[in-house]
């Protein structure tokens, strides 16, 4: 049983996807510091591709997407997106090597299989592709048939669908219907077509949301044959996400009953043969995820947690963000301006920050925490930090072992928070966070 401390997990707090976070990202970064970024790329490489569409928008969703419901305005965001594939294709060196393509979004099946057919051909004629792993993200409410001949068709393995519960009236509750017969048609049309790690995005602390609820929605997810699921906390900020207002807040369980959720779904899944995997994935054994946490190969990007260690990120596509060793940029978010800066030939660069030695050192320490539980901790930063960590060393949340910060074994709900004690811009960010469970 995991220890339950309100207190501790009152402050929200990042999911830690970057170092520095996006809320630390401000306009000083340029489009010259994005192109020398790129000019000193070399070896492994990966892209996300960004598709802010969907056919329908989700309430509770906090993605940066858009209706589908203009061909024109589709078609005009892929040609700006083809162009900056060219853009970037085009400074990248002869020697960087793309080893894996994500595509999410929004929704990738919101534009036509031939369109993203064209997708690929571009990033074919533009990128060093060296037989990539395709992973693509998609909505079962929008999964048809013709999708399965293309996902075939590049070799795609990996691929996350958007299920978020199985409960019919949560579903009206997040406006999201999607009924088991569309999952299950979509799960045995992805087999069909050779994906072999399937993963199912799950929520916990739905408006209205019981245990039971949340063990249907895993029973069914493990009798799928999920490979991976990632359980995720729904984070109700309407006050960042306008249309997150349609949702019932009176209805959102306590805090109390958000622990609950969350350590019986761990519970659930563990002793369903799944491995966890930081805080919040769960991995069948033989996933390449679970064996990535086996052999201390586990990494985290915007994706969340991942097998994939190669040290750049190339984001494409609005807002989508790109990750150097010392520099991490976004494009801009606006598809209009988006679209605008690219009909001039500029790269999409919106904002950014420059990562010094200091945050890479401590970008470091919160991607070994979270990743591995451990990290070494050495010098002033351990006196810096030893008030910020006191209460959950005081609670046996995390103990030091030589130089070694160790979190325990059932501290998972606190490792974001634990984590965040070697984050210094924590202390005058006025931005809100979800919260750590």
Same mark, same amino acid.
């Given at each position: 049983m995991w220890p339950y401390y309100p207190e501790l997990l009152a402050v929200p707090v990042p999911r830690y996807t970057s170092f520095p976070t996006a809320a630390e990202f401000g306009s000083e970064v340029t489009p010259a510091d994005y192109e020398a970024a790129i000019a000193k790329v070399e070896g492994d490489v990966s892209l996300y591709v960004h598709i802010p569409f969907c056919e329908k928008i989700c309430w509770y969703c906090g993605c940066n997407t858009g209706a589908a419901n203009r061909k024109q305005r589709l078609a005009s *965001?892929?040609?700006?997106?083809?162009?900056?594939?060219?853009?970037?294709?085009?400074?990248?060196?002869?020697?960087?090597?793309? $080893? $894996?393509?994500?595509?999410?979004?929004?929704? #990738?099946?919101?534009?036509a299989p031939y369109d993203f057919v064209r997708l690929i051909d571009e990033l074919t004629l533009h990128f060093?592709?060296?037989?990539p792993i395709f992973s693509i993200e998609l909505?079962?409410?929008?999964?048809?048939?013709?999708?399965?001949?293309?996902?075939?068709?590049?070799?795609?393995?990996?691929?996350s669908l958007g299920v978020q519960t199985f409960s019919s009236h949560l579903q009206e509750r997040i406006g999201r219907i999607q009924p088991l017969c569309m999952i299950e048609r979509s799960t045995r049309m992805l087999r069909n077509a050779g994906i072999t790690s399937l993963n199912f995005d799950l929520m916990y602390g739905l408006p209205g949301q019981e245990m039971g609820d949340l063990e249907s929605s895993l029973d069914l997810a493990n009798q799928m044959g999920a490979d991976r699921i990632a359980l995720f906390g729904y984070a109700h900020v309407p006050h960042l996400i306008p249309r997150q207002r349609q949702i019932d807040a009176s209805a959102l369980p306590d805090a109390d009953a958000r622990f609950s959720m969350a350590q019986f779904g761990h519970t659930y899944l563990t002793?369903?043969? *799944?491995? #966890?995997?930081? =805080?919040?994935?769960?991995?069948?054994?033989?996933?390449?995820?679970?064996?990535?946490?086996?052999?201390?190969?586990l990494s985290r990007n915007f994706q969340g947690f991942t097998e994939d260690t190669a040290p750049v990120l190339i984001g494409l596509g609005a807002s989508s963000i790109s990750s150097f060793p010392d520099l991490l940029i976004q494009n801009e978010k606006n598809s209009g301006r988006y679209r605008m800066m690219l009909s001039q030939d500029q790269l999409p660069? %919106?904002?950014?920050?420059?990562?010094?030695?200091?945050?890479?050192?401590?970008?470091?320490?919160? $991607?070994?925490?979270?990743?591995?539980?451990?990290?070494?901790i050495t010098g002033q930063l351990r006196n810096e930090v030893s008030e910020r960590l006191a209460p959950y060393l005081d609670h046996d949340l995390c103990t030091y072992e030589g130089q070694d910060l160790v979190i325990s074994a059932d501290a998972t709900? *606190?490792?974001?928070?634990?984590?965040? %004690? =070697?984050?210094? *811009?924590?202390?005058?960010?006025?931005?809100? =966070?979800?919260s750590a469970v």
């Open positions: *965001y892929l040609d700006a997106l083809h162009r900056e594939i060219a853009l970037v294709g085009a400074r990248l060196p002869a020697g960087a090597r793309v $080893r $894996r393509v994500a595509f999410g979004g929004g929704s #990738p099946n919101a534009i060093r592709l060296e037989d909505d079962p409410r929008t999964l048809t048939e013709d999708w399965g001949p293309v996902i075939s068709g590049i070799g795609a393995t990996h691929a002793h369903a043969g *799944y491995q #966890p995997v930081g =805080f919040d994935h769960f991995a069948l054994p033989a996933d390449p995820l679970a064996q990535a946490a086996k052999s201390g190969q660069l %919106a904002n950014g920050i420059s990562r010094s030695a200091e945050d890479q050192k401590r970008g470091e320490i919160v $991607r070994e925490l979270l990743c591995h539980g451990r990290a070494r709900p *606190y490792m974001r928070s634990i984590a965040a %004690a =070697f984050d210094p *811009y924590r202390k005058h960010s006025p931005r809100r =966070f979800s």
